[in-house]
């Protein structure tokens, strides 16, 4: 390996980057999902009380 071969740099930062992209998305897709499931639950309970208010 000479000093100007980056072969080994450019596949350690790859792999970090690939790592971290994973990581970032699987807390993406968690936060989505949540906020996709309390904006349901919110609809559902001001539905059920908006009907039973009439």
Not at 3 to 31: E, K, Y
Not at 33 to 51: E, K
């Amino acid at each position: 390996m000479s000093p100007t071969d980056l072969s080994r740099v450019d596949r350690a930062f790859m792999t970090t980057n690939g790592i971290a992209s994973v990581i970032f998305a699987v807390f993406l897709s968690a936060g989505y999902y949540r906020a996709l499931a309390d904006s349901v639950q919110i609809y559902i309970f001001y539905g059920q009380s908006q009907i039973n208010l009439d």
